[in-house]
C-alpha cells in the first residue's frame, strides 16, 4: 500500500550501489517484484528497509504473502485471537456458551498471570508452573484439569495460525491432575447425587421458571445448557412429549414428560416475559428480564438460581443443577434397558447394537420414565399416562 503522507523532497541516493531497493516519490524505499510494487519503509531509515526487504524477499519472489513478525507477539495478543476464533463459533451455533466461558476464564487466567504485555517469545516453564500453582490454590482438580487444558489450546491455535514459529514448551509443571488424583478427590467429594427428598424440597421451593427446569432435569435428564436453549419446538404438552437433540452434540433425544413437568412448563411457558431480542421469540424460558437463560458467563444463571436454591433449603455438599442428570442416569440404569436409557441421556453408544438399531420404541422410553418417577415420587404410583 502507498503511504498516505508523501514525502516532499529530492528523492536520496542509495546507501550502497547494490542496495536492491529504489527511493519512491512516496517517501519510502520500494521494490518492484513480479510486477507489483512493494514497500519497506521511510527515506530516513534504509537499514530497517533493507531489513525488511531481505526477511520478505524469499516469499514475494515466490508469490507468497509474507509472514508478520511474530516477535512482538502478546500474551494478550494469542488470548485475542483464540478468543476471537471461538466467538465466530459460538455465533454459529458451533459451540455453547457455557464452552465459551470456560474458555474465557482460562484466557482470563493466562493474560492474569503472565501479564498482557509479556513477549510469548519470553514465556518459560517457570511462568507455567506459577500460573498452575495459582489456578491449584483456589480451584478443584477438574477445573484445574479443564483449564490447564484450555491454556494449551490457546498455544496450540497460536502456533498453527502462524502466531508463533515454535510450539511453546510448558515444562513439567504445567501437567493436568493425574487420573489417581481425580479418583481421589471425587471420592473425597462424596457422590454427585441428590435424594429423592431432597429433590422435592427443590421443586416445591423454586420459582416457576426454576421448577419446570429441575423437573426436565430429573424427568428428562437436561443440563444447564439444555434448559436454556430449549424451544418451544421440542415440546409436544398435549402428548407430553419432549423431542430435543442435544446441542453439545447433535445426538437425538427423546423423552416421555411427566404430568408434573407438563404442568410446570405450562405455568412458567403463561408467565414467561416477552423476548428482549426477538432471536429468542423460541425460547422456553427467559429471564424476568426477557433474555435468554443461556448467558456466557460461569455456569450460567441456571447453576447461580439453583446455588441460591440449595442454600436457601440448607442443602449442602458439592452439588449443582447439573447433578440432576447424574441422578436421572443412576436411577433409570436399574430399569434395566440400557439403550433407553442412552436415548433420554442423548447418549451415543458406540457399539455394534447400537449402529444397527434403528430406533427405541415409545413403550420402553415411557418406562425408563416411569421408573424415576415412581423413585422421585413414590406415593403417586409412577405411571405416567
Known amino acids: 500500500m ?5 514525502t516532499p523532497g529530492p528523492k536520496p541516493d542509495k546507501p550502497t ?9 512516496a517517501g519510502v524505499w520500494a521494490k518492484k517484484i513480479r510486477g507489483k510494487l512493494h514497500y519497506f519503509g521511510p527515506w530516513a531509515d534504509p537499514d530497517a528497509a533493507l531489513a525488511k526487504y531481505l526477511e ?3 516469499a514475494l519472489h515466490s508469490g507468497k504473502r509474507p509472514r508478520a513478525s511474530t516477535e512482538g507477539v502478546t500474551v494478550k495478543d494469542i488470548a485475542n ?12 451455533g458451533e459451540l455453547s456458551s457455557h464452552t465459551f466461558a470456560n474458555y ?15 513477549l510469548v517469545s519470553d514465556l518459560d516453564p517457570e511462568d507455567f508452573t506459577r500460573l498452575r500453582d495459582r ?8 477445573r484445574l484439569t479443564v483449564t490447564i487444558q484450555h491454556i494449551r489450546s490457546i498455544f496450540k491455535h497460536a502456533f498453527e495460525a502462524g502466531l508463533m514459529p515454535a ?5 513439567p509443571g504445567f501437567n493436568r491432575p493425574t487420573k489417581k488424583a481425580i479418583r481421589l478427590h471425587k471420592a473425597q467429594q462424596g457422590p454427585q447425587l441428590f435424594a429423592a427428598d431432597e429433590i422435592r424440597r427443590m421443586i416445591d421451593a423454586a420459582s416457576v421458571p426454576l421448577k419446570a427446569m429441575l423437573l426436565l432435569g430429573i424427568n428428562a435428564a437436561l443440563g444447564n445448557a439444555d434448559c436454556a436453549r430449549l424451544p418451544l419446538s421440542a415440546l409436544d404438552l398435549d402428548r407430553g412429549w419432549l423431542d430435543f437433540p442435544r446441542p453439545k452434540t447433535g445426538v437425538p433425544r427423546r423423552c416421555p414428560l411427566w404430568p408434573e413437568t407438563v404442568a410446570a412448563l405450562r405455568e412458567a411457558i403463561a408467565r414467561r416475559p416477552a423476548p428482549k431480542d426477538p432471536s429468542d421469540a423460541g425460547l422456553v424460558f427467559l429471564t424476568k428480564y426477557g433474555q435468554s437463560w443461556d448467558k456466557e458467563s460461569e455456569g450460567g444463571p441456571v447453576s447461580k438460581e439453583t446455588r441460591k436454591l440449595l442454600k436457601k433449603l440448607s442443602i449442602n455438599g458439592h452439588r449443582n443443577f447439573y447433578c440432576l442428570r447424574h441422578v436421572h442416569r443412576t436411577v433409570s440404569d436399574e430399569a434395566r434397558d440400557q439403550p433407553a436409557a442412552d436415548h433420554i441421556m442423548g447418549h451415543e453408544v458406540a457399539s455394534m447394537s447400537s449402529v444397527y438399531r434403528e430406533g427405541i420404541s415409545d413403550a420402553r422410553l415411557r418406562a425408563v420414565a416411569d421408573h424415576v418417577r415412581t423413585w422421585l415420587f413414590p406415593a403417586l404410583g409412577g405411571k405416567v399416562e
Not at 104 to 118: F, H, N, T
Open 56 to 58: 520478505q524477499k524469499e
Open 17 to 25: 550501489p547494490d542496495f536492491p531497493l529504489f527511493a519512491h516519490a
Open 81 to 92: 485471537a483464540f478468543l476471537n476464533l471461538k466467538k465466530t463459533r459460538l455465533d454459529a
Open 167 to 171: 510450539p511453546i514448551r510448558f515444562g
Open 2 to 6: 502507498i503511504p498516505s503522507h508523501p
Open 135 to 142: 489456578m491449584a490454590a483456589k480451584w478443584g482438580l477438574y
Open 104 to 118: 474465557k476464564i482460562a484466557a482470563d487466567e493466562l493474560v492474569a498471570q503472565c501479564g498482557k504485555s509479556r
